[in-house]
């Protein structure tokens, strides 16, 4: 079985090709559903898992929350600073901080507990089981009771796109899981593993970490490195028990 720790592979890896969605429906309709803050309160906080170069946080405090993002790329974070802003009259800010979220001692990252923590594409690329427990552990620690999580994940695409079947089957040997291979790049190069999650899967994982009504909506997209590439993604929202 292949010996790779995804901690390797994602601290040196360019920041400027770190895999993103630009667009984010799901999650802007889900934010805009939440309850806005009583009128004087202090603009609620946002923690961004595996932020990469800071897009979607900028995004997120333009929409007017306190942001953190953290990352285990040094060169992704000190991308990511150029978007930072100091806080505000609200105490609004949006900052920046490199901590691994997939190691079994729970990240130092400054800040009250948080009101909402978004995680995008990340728990498929952690590395194996104990990484993505590790993982939704943290995020419901980060968490206040009651607050909001939002995290999005790929999906297992056998029956839609024959290539994903020939990885899985391919790469198994290397992996030891099913619904895993290894993401490479142009010249065949091992950038990462990445597992495709049933939805069953995922909401188990999640309720598993402490979370309450966990709901997984599933869509037919693409590959967010190969748009070429049919793919299906879930889209998990859940509460911190
Ligand atoms: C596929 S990218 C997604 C980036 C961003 N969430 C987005 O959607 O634009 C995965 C990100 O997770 C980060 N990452 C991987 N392992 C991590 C870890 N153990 N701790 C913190 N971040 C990690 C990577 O460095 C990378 O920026």
Same mark, same amino acid.
């Given at each position: 079985?292949?010996?790779?720790?995804?901690?390797?592979?994602?601290?040196?890896?360019?920041?400027?090709?770190?895999?993103?969605?630009?667009?984010?429906?799901?999650?802007?309709?889900?934010?805009?559903?939440?309850?806005? +803050? &009583? $009128?004087?309160?202090? *603009?609620?906080? !946002?923690?961004?898992?595996?932020? #990469?170069? %800071?897009? @979607?946080? =900028?995004?997120?405090?333009?929409?007017?929350?306190?942001?953190?993002?953290?990352?285990?790329? +040094? &060169? $992704?974070?000190?991308? *990511?600073?150029? !978007?930072?802003?100091?806080?505000? #009259?609200? %105490?609004? @800010?949006? =900052?920046?901080?490199?901590?691994?979220?997939?190691?079994?001692?729970?990240?130092?990252?400054?800040? &009250? $507990?948080?009101?909402?923590?978004?995680?995008?594409?990340?728990?498929?690329?952690?590395? %194996?089981?104990?990484? =993505?427990?590790?993982?939704?552990?943290?995020?419901?620690?980060?968490?206040?009771?009651?607050?909001?999580?939002?995290?999005?994940?790929?999906?297992?695409?056998?029956?839609?796109?024959?290539?994903?079947?020939?990885?899985?089957?391919?790469?198994?040997?290397?992996?030891?899981?099913?619904?895993?291979?290894?993401?490479?790049?142009?010249?065949?190069?091992?950038?990462?593993?990445?597992?495709?999650?049933?939805?069953?899967?995922?909401?188990?994982?999640?309720?598993?970490?402490?979370?309450?009504?966990?709901?997984?909506?599933?869509?037919?997209?693409?590959?967010?490195?190969?748009?070429?590439?049919?793919?299906?993604?879930?889209?998990?929202?859940?509460?911190?028990?």
């Amino acid at each position: 079985m292949d010996q790779r720790d995804a901690r390797d592979d994602w601290r040196g890896f360019e920041a400027g090709r770190i895999p993103s969605k630009r667009a984010t429906p799901h999650l802007d309709r889900w934010l805009d559903a939440l309850p806005p +803050p &009583a $009128a004087g309160a202090p *603009a609620p906080c !946002l923690l961004d898992v595996g932020c #990469g170069t %800071g897009g @979607l946080a =900028r995004r997120l405090y333009d929409r007017g929350f306190s942001v953190v993002g953290v990352d285990i790329n +040094p &060169a $992704a974070i000190e991308a *990511a600073s150029a !978007l930072a802003a100091p806080a505000d #009259g609200r %105490g609004r @800010l949006l =900052r920046f901080a490199v901590a691994d979220v997939a190691a079994d001692a729970p990240p130092r990252i400054d800040g &009250a $507990a948080f009101d909402v923590v978004v995680c995008q594409l990340v728990l498929s690329i952690i590395g %194996g089981l104990r990484e =993505r427990v590790n993982l939704l552990r943290h995020l419901r620690g980060a968490l206040r009771p009651g607050g909001g999580l939002y995290l999005s994940a790929s999906g297992v695409s056998d029956t839609i796109n024959p290539g994903y079947a020939r990885l899985y089957a391919e790469d198994l040997p290397r992996t030891g899981e099913h619904a895993t291979y290894l993401s490479r790049d142009e010249r065949g190069e091992v950038l990462y593993m990445t597992h495709h999650f049933t939805a069953e899967e995922l909401a188990a994982l999640v309720a598993a970490a402490g979370f309450g009504g966990v709901r997984v909506s599933t869509e037919r997209e693409s590959s967010s490195r190969r748009p070429e590439e049919a793919a299906y993604f879930h889209y998990v929202t859940a509460a911190a028990r």
